[in-house]
């Protein structure tokens, strides 16, 4: 097994707040790594950080054998790693098609000057064709015109992961995919998340509070608390760790979840 | 398709208005058509961008300068003045780049309004080059050879430089850059993670906004024939702004209407001595009551597809045609 | 020379203070750019002028009027007209307030003309010495207003239940509203207290600048460009920013040569927005969080 991600000695503040903490991970390619902790444990930030949306105090991160902190936020997608946000990153006055499309912003090779002047028309085209051809093998072809922010919350959610594998991602960092969604809406997600690894062979790296959809589809979990890693191992000696159970017992919505 | 239609429609219809239209109709018309192009590229930036500007009258004032002045020492021809003098006001928008990266809001605002103030004192101090306060006269322009001086040919090549214009933007916005310049305003966070370079996208918007603004100053210059400072001060700026929210600022259509709008609004109220400031004031204060996102916006609320399909049957299907929306 | 500079740098910068307070106050709990404040203090400034001139009321109490005056206006300009523009995006209601400045403008010009007027110096003793440095009693009273209205708004936020409702309100709307503070009334009081404060600058500026139906703009850009080097939400930031300001407009106004000199405004423009590069959120404002979660 070969890292496709490794974090070490990752570490982050604001102010006198230390929000992650010389952390150490790594995700191998091919899995599904759970990264789970209780509230404010740090894990947004921990994907702002490798996102490069946030800058570390120390640490450094590898992706594919590349430095990653050498590369600007925008160029973070290029390398293969696209993400999806724990409060929703549609743009919601762009079409659900058009957010699509800008998840594959990086795959447009026209210059400004021919798209003012109405040339590079046929590469638009093919980008649509592509964004419509993604929606229809996800069952959601019927979407594609609609405004974003007037779809459903879960839908919503839905459209975001469908944006980020616009970009043909290496590795899919997925920040609370069913917060907010019933039972069944959260079978479907789970269902999602397979296929995308199963089929197109994408790394996922999920933050998420729902315990059993953890468990159930992550091969190796990682668990914060105060930014620190307290825990690591497959679901099952997760489940049964110590220090975890008290880390999440001092959290009652931990408690009822776990 | 539908629009495309109405677009040439109206062009059309435009071109044969100098057939019937009095001259200083006809020079309204072209003062129009330079606004509209700096409330095209306000929209850019402004609305499509979300970057706050109250200082564009200093692109303005750097394209109507710069225009005079190139076809006062050079002697080249309308198109070339034009386009040259849209490049170096588009140049001067880099500028702003560097406040832009690092402001939002109202922060960024006031850094506009900087440039704008900086811009307007400083063209009266340098008064060999612009005639300082009083101003300067602008050679007519030339073209093809012959000089443009009756209202009729200036009118057709305002006309003409907002038609190319207004297209530009057209296919900018529909392309992938419309949708990063969107994505930007609206989470800027979720932008860069779709691979959208916040540096370049703004500095496309500023350039863009600068380029556009600076051609309408040029064409304005033209069209007025004689430019001085005080016209391109604080309250241009204020006024360009105004015609975009007016008109719907994150839309192409609305930027048109407001600065089509506010260009003839003092002419409209002229007539009604003493009371044109007061029924202006009301005007600006009741579009935004009653059309809070702009004329357009107002137009788009109006006929979507629920509203239309409460009006009585043969309204109904006249409606859906207009609109291109048969069910 | 530097002594003085500083000093009438303070007076004058104490004045765009006030300026920005009021706007400020505004801004804080609405969140709207009243870009008719100029008109707006203009015409309360006139409504003291015309107490002053028209029935003799000795100078304090013609203030005091302008300032009940400015109030009333600003209540009813929140309760007759953002009241109902509600609806709107902020940026375009900066438009609503500009068109009540228009309408103003238009009524004091019937009203009151369209020639300049002065308007007297609340105090014009001889001025004071200190060393080589000369003070004029309305600097003076303007230095000491300036404390004075820091100390009330101090006061009033941190101690009366007003005060702290408005806070709120200003920190989070939505949480104000559900502790059951009326954000309404609240608004229409920052309304009238911002022009309240907005016209007593206007009569202390008035003296100075002239009074006519334009002399309050130039003032009120440089009130917006204080309270934006203080970090436009903070209200010691706005008297901050209003006294750097003139001392830094006077110091470059004095000491350089005078090809350059008239070109003070442009240098402060640009100097504002060195400072916002370095300090994205002013000198004293507060800083957004900036969550990307
Ligand atoms: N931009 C920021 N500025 C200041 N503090 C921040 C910022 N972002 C996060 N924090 C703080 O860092 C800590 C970790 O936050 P983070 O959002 O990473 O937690 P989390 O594990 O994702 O929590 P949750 O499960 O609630 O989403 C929290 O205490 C939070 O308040
Ligand atoms: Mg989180």
Redesign the interface.
């Known amino acids: 097994m070969n890292a496709l991600l490794s974090v070490s000695g990752l570490t982050k503040r604001f102010g006198g707040l230390t929000a992650v903490d010389g952390l150490d991970f790594s995700v191998a390619e091919g899995q599904i790594v759970g990264l789970i902790g209780p509230n404010g444990a740090g894990k947004t930030t921990v994907f702002n950080l490798i996102s490069r949306l946030l800058e570390p105090n120390a640490g450094a991160i590898t992706f594919a054998g590349q430095n990653l902190l050498a590369f600007p936020p925008h160029r973070v997608v290029t390398l293969g790693i696209a993400r999806t946000f724990q409060n929703l990153g549609l743009f919601p006055y762009l079409s659900v098609l058009d957010n699509l499309l800008v998840g594959r912003h990086r795959g447009f090779r026209g210059g400004v000057l021919p798209l003012a002047l109405g040339l590079g028309w046929g590469e638009e085209r093919r980008a649509r064709e592509e964004a419509l051809g993604v929606l229809r093998s996800f069952g959601m072809e019927a979407l594609a015109p609609a405004p974003a922010s007037l779809l459903p919350y879960g839908t919503q959610k839905a459209v975001e992961l469908v944006r980020a594998l616009m970009a043909r991602p290496r590795l899919l960092l997925l920040d609370e995919p069913v917060a907010g969604m019933n039972a069944t809406e959260t079978a479907t997600m789970a269902q999602f998340i397979r296929r995308i690894r199963d089929e197109r062979g994408v790394t996922v790296l999920l933050v998420e509070h729902d315990m059993s959809l953890v468990m159930e589809i992550c091969d190796h979990i990682v668990v914060l608390d105060f930014g620190r890693k307290i825990a690591e191992g497959p679901p099952a000696e997760i489940q049964r760790n110590p220090r975890v159970i008290e880390a999440y017992l001092g959290e009652e919505v931990g408690r009822a979840r776990l | 398709m539908r629009g495309v239609l109405f677009a040439l429609l109206l062009v059309g219809l435009l071109a044969a208005v100098p057939l019937w239209a009095k001259t200083y109709d006809l020079y309204l018309l072209s003062l129009a058509a330079a606004n509209v192009i700096a409330a095209v590229g306000l929209a850019l930036l402004t609305g499509f961008t979300g970057q706050l500007s109250i200082g564009n009258a200093g692109f303005l004032a750097i394209g109507a300068y710069g225009a005079a002045l190139i076809v006062k020492h050079l002697g080249v021809e309308f198109w070339v003045a034009i386009p040259l003098a849209g490049l170096l006001s588009g140049l001067t928008g880099f500028l702003l780049l560097i406040p832009a990266l690092r402001l939002t809001a109202i922060y960024l605002a006031i850094a506009t309004l900087a440039f704008g103030t900086a811009v307007s004192e400083a063209l009266p101090r340098w008064a060999s080059v612009t005639g300082g306060y009083q101003g300067m006269r602008v050679p007519p322009a030339r073209f093809l050879g012959l000089n443009v001086q009756n209202d009729v040919a200036m009118f057709y090549l305002a006309l003409a430089v907002t038609v190319v214009m207004v297209l530009l933007a057209r296919n900018l916005i529909r392309s992938r850059v419309g949708r990063a310049f969107i994505a930007i305003r609206d989470k800027p966070a979720a932008a860069q993670a779709c691979g959208v370079s916040l540096t370049r996208y703004k500095a496309l918007a500023f350039f863009l906004s600068a380029l556009f603004t600076g051609i309408a100053g040029g064409l304005y210059a033209h069209v007025v024939g004689y430019i001085s400072p005080s016209e391109f001060g604080l309250g241009k700026s204020i006024n360009l702004f105004v015609m975009i929210a007016l008109g719907g600022m994150a839309s192409l259509p609305g930027p048109v209407l407001g600065a089509v709008f506010l260009t003839y609004l003092p002419h409209w109220l002229s007539g009604i001595r003493g009371l044109q400031d007061v029924l202006y004031g009301a005007a600006l204060i009741g579009i935004v009551v009653f059309m809070p996102y702009g004329a357009w916006g107002f137009v788009r609320k109006w006929t979507a597809p629920d509203k239309v399909a409460r009006l009585p049957r043969p309204v109904r299907a006249a409606a859906e045609f207009v609109l291109g929306r048969t069910r | 020379m530097l002594g003085q500079l500083v000093v009438s740098g303070l007076a004058a910068g104490s004045l765009y203070g006030i300026m920005a307070l009021g706007l400020i106050l505004i801004y804080k709990t609405t969140h709207i750019?009243n870009?008719g404040q100029g008109d707006m203090v203009m015409f309360a400034t006139f409504i003291a002028y015309l107490l002053l001139t028209l029935f003799r009321w000795p100078f304090p109490a013609a203030v005091l009027g302008a300032m009940v005056a400015g109030a009333l206006l600003g209540a009813l300009v929140d309760r007759g007209?953002m009241r109902?523009?509600r609806?709107?995006?902020v940026?375009?209601?900066f438009?609503?307030t500009?068109?009540?400045?228009?309408?103003l403008?238009?009524?004091a010009?019937?009203i009151w003309g369209y020639d300049t007027k002065p308007f007297p110096y609340a105090l014009r003793g001889r001025p004071l010495f200190l060393g080589d440095v000369v003070l004029r009693q309305h600097d003076l009273l303007v230095l000491v207003v300036t404390v004075l209205i820091s100390l009330v708004l101090f006061l009033l936020f941190k101690f009366t239940k007003v005060g702290v409702a408005m806070r709120a309100t200003s920190q989070n709307r939505r949480a104000a509203q559900l502790m059951g503070i009326n954000v309404g009334r609240i608004g229409t009081l920052s309304w009238a207290l911002g022009l309240g404060i907005g016209a007593l600058a206007g009569c202390l500026v008035a003296p100075i600048v002239y009074l006519d139906l334009t002399s309050m703009i130039l003032v009120m850009?440089k009130a917006?460009?204080a309270a934006?080097l203080g970090g436009?939400t903070s209200l010691p930031g706005a008297v901050v920013g209003g006294l750097l300001l003139g001392v830094i407009e006077n110091l470059f106004g004095g000491y350089m040569p005078s090809a350059i000199a008239?070109?003070k405004?442009?240098f402060v423009?640009?100097l504002?927005?060195v400072v916002?590069?370095l300090r994205?959120?002013?000198l004293l404002g507060e800083r957004t969080a900036g969550?990307?979660?």
């Open positions: 750019l870009f007209v109902w523009a609806n709107a995006p940026t375009s209601l438009i609503a500009l068109g009540v400045g228009m309408i403008q238009a009524v010009g019937w850009i917006i460009a934006v436009f008239p070109l405004t442009t423009f640009v504002i927005i916002l590069v994205p959120h002013g969550g990307h979660g």
